[in-house]
């Protein structure tokens, strides 16, 4: 044992009294550097080679993390009869003993990660096996092989829950877990696996697996009723098959995702899933082809080999969905697919679907019949697709979030937002829309295509980057309740009438006109008086637009803009007060008009997040605002000196000059301009 630092070897005890109840915690720090609190010592991080042995007998809870610790030998723990929590977690452990845990049978929960037991895995195997109530297990980042694993868990029966993430597993059979009979929860991910033989079959208790980021080609036949969460992300799986039957499975939460699916999954036909995760998938549906081409009655032939035996499972396309029994299922995530659209009826069987995310895929149409009731939906995502015509009708009552971006779309159904009656959030950004009412154009009989919310009064967040719009006059945003407005990226959306701001005077806390060619008068915000962010980076500005200075700002974006400084009291309007953040990089200052600049640093509370990209101009030279050299300072100074005081400091010689020249030539002609005086008025001499 490493002998105690002189000056660790005070005690140090400080007294928590607990108001009221009386009860008191005590902290201390032992002889080896360890946090005392209770009944846990916390020694990370304290390059202890071993166990230390001085802690207190009553010690239930031992953090040894981060140590260098490689032996746990048998008289390591012997002082420790009452351990329930011991953590090795990141030392250098290549052996425990054999009977190390001996006078520690208590021990409940036991994290050896990122440790070397593959290098004596065996004898403590036998170490493990004195701990007949050990619930948790953590041997992760061990370099362990699935033989290793067998031999390590053969006799902890009482295990509940493990983990031999990041190891170097390749393949599981029936016999790795065998007498694993009370294990809830498997933890799996990061290792190499590419095949799973009955693995779990014997785990009847079992009801968390994770094999995230494996090497799983297919998942079939799955037939673990018990398991409720299951999590195969990140493989390289082509399908999922259920095993045909009719009993109930416990499973709630699915997660395909990141994974190459060509089909929607075959899940069991009676569950109580209620996540299905299959994003980032290479799914599709094919009933209808593009062309129009009809594989109604066409159906795929799985051939599976096992050994000698030969199993030929025949499944519909698409059919396979409408047995499987989805009504408890709430959140659905088929993003990043390749789903051009959704069979008919698809969605009819989901009637407890609250989210529902199709973004990312190849959608050009997207129709809600009334028999696809989604009366519990309240976020609905169909972003990035190719959608040009959208068809929702009044199936979505309870629809909060809706998100359309970065589509084709020109126009929505007449009084979508109608029906809609709790909407809060539309993403409109990246279409080619306009909002409603639009100018009627000479010659046409109607009006162009536009998107109609007035009056909607739950809409607090809009989004319409990049939509193109050409002005908003005839207040397109009366009736609502926006807190948030999304403009940037329309180069047109000032062009006109600017009385729709009035109509969000006393809402409107958010707004972004980035790049929207703003110019320094174009835009009045005095009467915005609840805005606390606003975003005008991206501009033509040269003035500092004055209205801002009676705002209460709280974050203020003024990047790439065209200002050669801001209002030197600019710190001591309403704005300069209440302002805690400012972006201000990528604008051409004048490095001998930065008066501004340093009265914002001194505010207290201001953070500038990109001050270190803040530059200034001098004479052709770009520098920074903090670190001006000397030299430029005294010029600058000289520059900007009082033109009044400048003038009179170079008249000043000019004056004293003359003024010498005028008293020598008087006192050298004085005696003959007293005679010259004399001579010409008759005034007798004195002399």
Request: charged share 15%; aromatic share 6%; net charge negative.
């Amino acid at each position: 044992m490493e002998a105690p630092l002189p000056g660790l070897s005070l005690l140090l005890v400080l007294l928590a009294v607990g108001w009221g109840s009386g009860a008191v915690a005590a902290w201390a720090r032992s002889p080896g550097g360890c946090k005392l609190v209770q009944s846990t010592a916390d020694c990370t991080g304290r390059w202890l080679s071993s166990v230390p042995g001085n802690l207190r007998g009553d010690t239930e809870e031992l953090l040894l993390d981060e140590n260098t610790i490689q032996v746990l030998g048998n008289a390591s723990l012997l002082s420790y009869h009452q351990l329930r929590h011991l953590s090795l977690t990141k030392n250098r452990l290549e052996l425990i003993k054999p009977g190390a845990f001996l006078s520690s049978q208590g021990l409940h929960v036991l994290s050896l990660a990122d440790n070397l037991l593959f290098t004596n895995y065996s004898l403590t195997a036998a170490a493990l096996s004195a701990l007949p109530a050990l619930r948790m297990l953590d041997l992760a980042g061990n370099r362990l092989t699935e033989d290793m694993v067998s031999v390590l868990v053969w006799n902890l029966s009482s295990l509940e829950s493990l983990s031999v993430a990041r190891n170097i597993i390749m393949r599981l059979d029936s016999s790795v877990f065998t007498n694993l009979t009370q294990l809830l929860e498997l933890n799996l991910e990061k290792n190499y696996i590419f095949e799973i033989d009955q693995a779990f079959e014997g785990l009847r208790r079992l009801q968390r697996l994770n094999v995230a980021y494996n090497y799983l080609p297919c998942v079939v036949e799955f037939s673990l009723t018990q398991l409720r969460v299951l999590n195969v992300s990140n493989n390289v799986i082509e399908w999922f098959l259920a095993l045909e039957s009719d009993d109930l499975f416990e499973l709630e939460v699915l997660d395909l995702s990141h994974n190459r699916l060509l089909f929607f999954p075959v899940l069991p036909r009676q569950s109580k899933l209620h996540s299905l995760l299959l994003k980032d998938n290479e799914m599709s549906f094919y009933q209808r082809l593009p062309n129009g081409t009809s594989l109604a009655d066409v159906t795929v032939q799985f051939l599976l080999i096992d050994g000698n035996s030969t199993n030929v499972t025949t499944v519909s396309l698409w059919d396979e969905i409408c047995h499987s029994n989805l009504s408890s299922l709430r959140l659905l995530d088929m993003s990043q697919n390749q789903v051009w659209y959704l069979p008919e009826g698809f969605l009819a069987q989901m009637p407890s679907l609250t989210h529902l995310k199709l973004n990312q895929n190849c959608l050009e149409t997207f129709h809600l019949a009334e028999g696809d009731s989604l009366a519990m939906l309240t976020e609905l995502d169909l972003s990035q697709n190719q959608l040009e015509e959208l068809g929702a009708g009044d199936v979505l009552p309870n629809l909060q979030l809706f998100n359309l971006s970065t589509n084709r779309l020109q126009a929505l159904p007449p009084g979508v937002f109608t029906y809609t009656r709790k909407i809060t959030t539309v993403d409109l950004s990246r279409n080619r829309v306009d909002l409603c009412p639009q100018p009627a154009v000479a010659g046409e009989a109607e009006s162009p295509p536009c998107v109609d919310i007035r009056g909607v009064e739950t809409l607090t967040r809009l989004s319409l980057a990049g939509c193109g719009l050409r002005g908003l006059g005839g207040h397109p945003f009366q009736g609502t309740s926006l807190m948030h407005l999304d403009l940037s990226d329309n180069h047109q959306a000032l062009s006109g009438d600017l009385e729709w701001l009035q109509d969000l005077a006393l809402t409107l806390q958010v707004l972004s006109l980035r790049n929207t060619s703003l110019s320094s008068t174009a835009v009045d915000f005095s009467a915005l008086n609840s805005l606390v962010r606003l975003d005008l980076s991206g501009n033509a500005l040269t003035v500092f637009p004055a209205s801002l200075g009676v705002l209460k700002l709280r974050s203020l974006d003024l990047r790439d803009n065209c200002l050669p400084a801001l209002p030197p009291d600019v710190a001591r309007t309403p704005l300069g007060k209440s302002l805690r953040e400012v972006y201000l990089s990528r604008n051409p200052y004048n490095c001998c008009t930065l008066g501004w600049w340093d009265s914002l640093q001194r505010v207290e509370g201001l953070h500038v997040p990109d001050g270190q990209e803040v530059t200034c101009s001098y004479a052709s030279r770009t520098l920074s605002p903090g670190a001006l050299p000397e030299p430029v300072l005294w010029s600058c100074r000289w520059r900007t000196a009082d033109l009044a005081l400048l003038y009179l400091v170079l008249a000043l010689p000019t004056c004293l000059t003359l003024l010498v020249a005028f008293a020598v030539v008087f006192l050298t002609l004085k005696q003959k301009l007293l005679k010259m005086v004399k001579s010409r008025c008759g005034v007798s001499s004195p002399y």
